[in-house]
């Protein structure tokens, strides 16, 4: 079952401030959909594991709002 929102997916916000050094921020929660839109791209990127390795990348194309 694919995520509805990205509070379903296998990481968190907190994991995601944790593995980038960022803080709480709008760009944050962008950083989460973009996940989210990857995920429902590419089912296999539903894991914890995943999701972390794509994380750098996905974020480099996330400015700041």
Do not use: K
């Not at 990481?11 to 050094?21: E, H, T, Y």
């Amino acid at each position: 079952v694919l995520p509805h929102s990205p509070r379903e997916l296998p990481i968190d916000g907190r994991r995601v401030m944790a593995a980038l050094g960022i803080p709480p921020s709008r760009r944050l929660g962008l950083i989460l959909e973009a996940l989210l839109r990857g995920v429902w791209a590419d089912p296999e990127l539903n894991t914890e594991a995943a999701l972390l390795a794509a994380l750098p990348s996905i974020a480099r194309d996330v400015p700041e709002p």
